[in-house]
């Protein structure tokens, strides 16, 4: 059981929009930033937002992060079949004084 | 650039001591206020953070695992280390090594290794 919570997965067609959601607590993303990491199988992940809503050099800018409250999200527009990933978010928890992650989101590229 | 290749058995007994190494390339551990950290991803689940170094040594654990784990530095072979002991089935998993770094009021992983799958079995 992840400490933050995430959809098992997500699905849309090429180019349109498809958003990931992120539920944590006060002691994590209420109080810390959040970051999303792209993974592929086999692979390095990779950072494609961090501290909320920055996008790390190199990273498309049809990535995009948001916070409110307690909950995050990473958005993804002109969705391309080279986003086909799992990706997770992570925030700094204050309680357990460490980070902490989400149980993953795969999307799928239909 | 900085690149991290983890490396070690894949293979380890239950009750035993899982090591991994992760060497850096491509740059200096000790340049920067970088920290370097271990995280694993049993298969099927979400990933799970175990520890960090800094060059200076000084160590923080997750607290399930804090008992059994013990991560150390080399600088002089630019590389850090991760040890488990004892280890069960639970501890089969896809491990990583990763880079983070503390910016103005917050933290990321900037660079990750590919992984390495460990096994633990009889």
């Known amino acids: 059981q992840s400490v933050l919570a995430q959809p098992p997965s997500v699905s849309e067609a090429p180019g349109q929009r498809v958003t990931i959601s992120c539920s944590g607590s006060r002691s994590n993303i209420g109080n810390n930033a959040v970051n999303w990491y792209q993974l592929f199988p086999g692979k390095a992940p990779k950072l494609v937002i961090y501290y909320d809503d920055l996008l790390p050099s190199g990273v498309s800018d049809r990535f995009s992060g948001s916070k409110s409250g307690t909950s995050a999200s990473l958005a993804i527009s002109g969705l391309q079949s080279e986003d086909e990933a799992d990706y997770y978010c992570e925030a700094w928890d204050g309680d357990l004084n460490g980070p902490v992650f989400g149980g993953g989101t795969k999307l799928t590229v239909l | 650039q900085v690149q991290l290749q983890a490396s070690g058995p894949g293979l380890v007994k239950p009750s035993q001591t899982l090591s991994l190494t992760c060497t850096v390339s491509g740059g200096s551990m000790s340049s920067g206020t970088f920290y370097w950290s271990w995280i694993r991803q049993p298969a099927g689940k979400g990933l799970e953070w175990i520890g960090r170094?800094?060059?200076?040594?000084?160590?923080n654990y997750n607290a399930s695992l804090e008992s059994r784990v013990t991560i150390s530095v080399d600088t002089s072979k630019e590389q850090f280390s991760l040890k488990m002991t004892p280890v069960t089935a639970a501890d089969t998993a896809l491990y990583y090594c990763?880079?983070?770094?503390?910016?103005?009021?917050?933290?990321?992983?900037?660079?990750w290794g590919q992984g390495t799958m460990v096994t633990v079995s009889s």
């Open positions: 170094i800094y060059t200076s040594g000084r160590t």
């Open positions: 990763a880079r983070g770094y503390s910016g103005f009021d917050h933290d990321a992983f900037d660079i």
